[in-house]
């Protein structure tokens, strides 16, 4: 009678235990890198009423009679299976995808391995620690050609060196580069130059102390002033930016300007402010210069005015110009037309420029003198544009001097010798078309994680962005795996510690000998499934009801035994 209450009892402490493990598992169900467990029954032992017999040729045999004792929690087993990532956008955060554990160490030397890598640099050490402080194990400095390992990943950053602050503009094909005097972060300003014609003569450059700050400066360069060259351009500003600072040097210290290539920059007589600044690179056109006489009777022929040279051709020509009309007469195919002839003579050299108005022209324009013959090496297209009042305005200039004569073979010639000179390429440097924004400056010194970017690769190597050396690698993150991770033992904080059923731990690198790569910014969550979990907690309470029915009844039977007596 007594059997049945003792194999109740041991399965509703059997239930009761899965129910633990159940609990356990629920509870944990956003714990990054948890591994659910299983309970797991077996019977516990029976006593033998009858032996088994063996059969006769008279007789059969007969099965053994046993009664059984109960249940007990034979074990709880680890379900080790891999579960979904969590992104998480913080790139120390690291999961492994596939087979593994990373390896900490606790401060007594002893040695866990978890799944959960929530990562983070100790300020104080340098070392890579887990969210718990314990040190991530693996290789520390260049893991080139270095073995897996289960050394204390100390992040070893080499300095960064003094560097001045230093921009680059690129300007109609010119790099030009502003660089401070001083290493130091104070002088990552940004700097304008902006021409003004206001200044006073005498003023080169002035710096208001209101467009003046810790972050940024504006340079008023006179438009009327005259540098030689970069240089003296950079001293006045130089003085200038002292000055509005009150005497005191300016955290850039002295400002310096170059440019790249440099040949020809600065003509003999140098450059203004507003050709410095200018930022207008069309070629220049040359200009024609009337004789005092021409200019005198309203232009050539008494009504032709230069308008401009060509730019595109750039025009070439230049010297003392003289002007000839020679009128010709209609075909049958051609209208009768003013030939005007323009001829600029420089030394041996000369050039004609021919251009033609006829008789269809009977209102102000202008006229195109194109050079013919062109001179060999010269480019074709080259002219001299004339403004004009018309064909009949040229012929009545004629005849006013010419009354009754046969225009048919009528000429012109210009009054006075002209001057022109040639198309220029511009001199304006477009210095005020960008401004510049001093960066890089520092004082160098020793660099902490923040400053450098710390990723990790998914191959477990950690990398910086070294402002010096670029991308530099300082560690690796080395896994471990087991020949049996079910035999681990849970220690708490999702770690484990290894056992004498799970092996000794084979150390490798992420993604070789079976392991799994490392993928950033994401965590592993826990593998508990809550449907499982909630179908099993309720099978799990029906069995322990099951068990308490089985005492209940006991009871009853034992009341009805006793009342017996009576």
Same mark, same amino acid.
């Given at each position: 009678? @007594? *059997?049945?209450?003792?194999?109740?009892?041991?399965?509703?402490? =059997?239930?009761?235990?899965?129910?633990?493990?159940?609990?356990?598992?629920?509870?944990?169900?956003?714990?990054?890198?948890?591994?659910?467990?299983?309970? *797991?029954?077996?019977?516990?032992?029976?006593?033998?009423?009858?032996?088994?017999?063996?059969?006769?040729?008279?007789?059969?045999?007969?099965?053994?009679?046993?009664?059984?004792?109960?249940?007990?929690?034979?074990?709880?087993?680890?379900?080790?299976?891999?579960?979904?990532?969590?992104?998480?956008?913080?790139?120390?955060?690291?999961?492994?995808?596939?087979?593994?554990?990373?390896?900490?160490?606790?401060?007594?030397?002893?040695?866990?391995?978890?799944?959960?890598?929530?990562?983070?640099?100790?300020?104080?050490?340098?070392?890579?620690?887990?969210?718990?402080?314990?040190? &991530?194990?693996? &290789?520390?400095?260049?893991?080139?050609?270095?073995?897996?390992?289960?050394?204390?990943?100390? @992040? /070893?950053?080499?300095?960064?060196?003094?560097?001045?602050?230093?921009?680059?503009?690129?300007?109609?094909?010119?790099?030009?580069? %502003?660089?401070?005097?001083?290493?130091?972060?104070?002088?990552?300003?940004?700097?304008?130059?902006?021409?003004? /014609?206001?200044?006073?003569?005498?003023?080169? =450059?002035v710096v208001k102390d209101t467009e003046m700050n810790t972050g940024s400066l504006t340079v008023r360069v006179n438009a009327k002033s005259v540098f030689s060259s970069l240089s003296d351009l950079m001293d006045k500003v130089n003085t200038a930016i002292t000055q509005a600072n009150g005497g005191k040097e300016y955290p850039t210290g002295k400002l310096s300007l170059t440019a790249v290539p440099d040949?020809?920059?600065?003509?003999?007589?140098?450059?203004?402010?507003?050709?410095? %600044?200018?930022?207008?690179?069309?070629? &220049?056109?040359?200009?024609? !210069?009337?004789?005092?006489?021409?200019?005198? !009777?309203?232009g050539v022929f008494g009504s032709m005015l230069p308008k401009t040279v060509s730019s595109v051709p750039k025009f070439t020509a230049e010297g003392d110009v003289t002007f000839n009309a020679k009128y010709i007469k209609a075909t049958a195919d051609t209208k009768a037309a003013w030939e005007i002839t323009a001829t600029v003579v420089k030394g041996g050299d000369t050039r004609t420029f021919v251009g *033609?108005?006829?008789?269809?022209?009977?209102?102000?324009?202008?006229?195109?003198?194109?050079?013919?013959?062109?001179?060999?090496?010269?480019?074709?297209?080259?002219?001299?544009?004339?403004?004009? #009042?018309? +064909?009949?305005?040229?012929? /009545?200039?004629?005849?006013?001097?010419?009354?009754?004569?046969?225009?048919?073979?009528?000429?012109?010639?210009?009054?006075?010798?002209?001057?022109?000179?040639?198309?220029?390429?511009?001199?304006?440097?477009?210095?005020?078309?960008?401004?510049?924004?001093?960066?890089?400056?520092?004082?160098?010194?020793?660099?902490?994680?923040?400053?450098?970017?710390?990723?990790?690769?998914?191959?477990?190597?950690?990398?910086?962005?070294?402002?010096?050396?670029?991308?530099?690698?300082?560690?690796?993150?080395?896994? =471990?795996?087991?020949?049996?991770?079910?035999?681990? #033992? #849970?220690?708490?904080?999702?770690?484990?510690?290894?056992?004498?059923?799970?092996?000794?731990?084979? %150390?490798?690198?992420?993604?070789?000998?079976?392991?799994?790569?490392?993928?950033?910014?994401? @965590? #592993?969550?826990?593998?508990?499934?809550?449907?499982?979990?909630?179908?099993?907690?309720?099978?799990?309470? *029906?069995? +322990?009801?099951?068990?308490?029915?089985?005492?209940?009844?006991?009871?009853?039977?034992?009341?009805?035994?006793?009342?017996?007596?009576?």
């Amino acid at each position: 009678m @007594l *059997r049945s209450l003792y194999s109740a009892v041991s399965g509703m402490k =059997a239930h009761q235990s899965q129910l633990d493990v159940i609990g356990n598992n629920i509870a944990n169900v956003n714990t990054f890198g948890f591994k659910s467990s299983r309970g *797991r029954f077996s019977d516990v032992f029976y006593q033998t009423l009858q032996n088994a017999t063996g059969g006769s040729a008279t007789m059969g045999g007969t099965n053994a009679s046993q009664i059984g004792y109960g249940t007990q929690l034979a074990g709880i087993d680890l379900d080790m299976s891999r579960s979904a990532f969590q992104s998480t956008n913080r790139g120390l955060d690291v999961a492994i995808a596939g087979e593994g554990f990373f390896q900490v160490q606790d401060s007594d030397g002893n040695i866990f391995y978890t799944r959960a890598g929530a990562l983070q640099i100790d300020p104080n050490s340098g070392n890579l620690t887990d969210a718990n402080g314990y040190t &991530v194990l693996g &290789v520390s400095g260049d893991p080139l050609g270095k073995a897996p390992g289960s050394n204390k990943i100390h @992040l /070893d950053i080499p300095s960064q060196q003094a560097a001045k602050a230093v921009k680059t503009e690129t300007i109609n094909g010119i790099r030009y580069t %502003l660089t401070s005097e001083k290493a130091t972060t104070d002088a990552n300003v940004s700097v304008n130059f902006v021409v003004d /014609d206001t200044l006073p003569d005498g003023a080169d =450059a002035v710096v208001k102390d209101t467009e003046m700050n810790t972050g940024s400066l504006t340079v008023r360069v006179n438009a009327k002033s005259v540098f030689s060259s970069l240089s003296d351009l950079m001293d006045k500003v130089n003085t200038a930016i002292t000055q509005a600072n009150g005497g005191k040097e300016y955290p850039t210290g002295k400002l310096s300007l170059t440019a790249v290539p440099d040949g020809g920059l600065f003509p003999a007589g140098g450059l203004t402010g507003a050709e410095i %600044l200018g930022y207008n690179f069309d070629v &220049v056109p040359g200009e024609l !210069t009337l004789s005092a006489d021409d200019a005198a !009777t309203n232009g050539v022929f008494g009504s032709m005015l230069p308008k401009t040279v060509s730019s595109v051709p750039k025009f070439t020509a230049e010297g003392d110009v003289t002007f000839n009309a020679k009128y010709i007469k209609a075909t049958a195919d051609t209208k009768a037309a003013w030939e005007i002839t323009a001829t600029v003579v420089k030394g041996g050299d000369t050039r004609t420029f021919v251009g *033609r108005i006829d008789e269809s022209s009977t209102a102000a324009n202008s006229v195109l003198l194109k050079e013919s013959p062109v001179k060999p090496g010269e480019e074709t297209g080259q002219y001299i544009e004339m403004k004009h #009042e018309g +064909f009949t305005k040229l012929s /009545d200039e004629w005849l006013k001097d010419h009354a009754g004569a046969d225009i048919g073979t009528a000429t012109m010639t210009s009054k006075g010798t002209s001057t022109v000179t040639a198309s220029q390429d511009s001199k304006e440097l477009g210095l005020g078309q960008k401004g510049f924004v001093l960066e890089g400056g520092t004082a160098g010194g020793t660099l902490s994680s923040s400053q450098v970017g710390v990723s990790i690769l998914a191959n477990g190597i950690v990398e910086v962005n070294h402002p010096d050396k670029g991308k530099i690698q300082v560690g690796r993150i080395d896994l =471990a795996t087991f020949e049996n991770p079910y035999g681990l #033992e #849970e220690v708490g904080n999702s770690y484990f510690q290894q056992t004498a059923n799970s092996g000794n731990a084979k %150390l490798c690198q992420a993604g070789t000998n079976g392991s799994g790569a490392l993928k950033s910014s994401a @965590l #592993e969550m826990s593998n508990v499934d809550i449907s499982s979990e909630f179908s099993d907690m309720i099978v799990t309470q *029906r069995g +322990f009801q099951a068990n308490s029915r089985i005492i209940t009844v006991s009871d009853t039977i034992l009341e009805e035994l006793v009342n017996l007596k009576r």
